[in-house]
Nanobody, 125 residues
Framework: QVQVVESGGGLVQAGGSLRLSCTVS????????MAWFRQAPGKAREEVAR???????TYIDSVKGRFTLSEDGAKHILYLQMNNLEPEDTAKYSC???????????????????WGQGTQVTVSS
């Protein structure tokens, strides 16, 4: 059974940094996709960053230049380094893990197979 566990959230002042970790266990998939999502109260869930099948990374515009994805593929750990945090980054951050939906296409949102419980990130002004 695949399990996804996030860690690293917390309370930080604006301008501070946090590093989130997403650890996946129990997977036997040779090809997979992983992404970080976030959801703030009263807002829709949004994909923050993803790592593609070719190892490329994609970010939403609001975090470009501030957030960085990295992966320890051998250990199935996905990191999200978040620098220069802003109050608008406050949300529950969740990690998603899934198999490709097509030869070269990663899932989007609800198409991901496995999700973690999430970790809260709160940025004070």
């Amino acid at each position: 059974q695949v399990q996804v566990v996030e860690s690293g959230g917390g309370l930080v002042q604006a301008g501070g940094s946090l590093r989130l970790s997403c650890t996946v266990s129990g997977s036997t998939f040779m090809r997979y996709c992983m992404a970080w999502f976030r959801q703030a109260p009263g807002k829709a869930r949004e994909e923050v960053a993803r790592i593609g099948l070719d190892g490329s990374t994609t970010y939403i515009d609001s975090v470009k230049g501030r957030f960085t994805l990295s992966e320890d593929g051998a250990k199935h750990i996905l990191y999200l380094q978040m620098n220069n945090l802003e109050p608008e980054d406050t949300a529950k951050y969740s990690c998603a893990f899934g198999v490709p939906v097509a030869e070269r296409q990663c899932p989007t949102d609800d198409e991901y197979n496995f999700w973690g419980q999430g970790t809260q990130v709160t940025v004070s002004s």
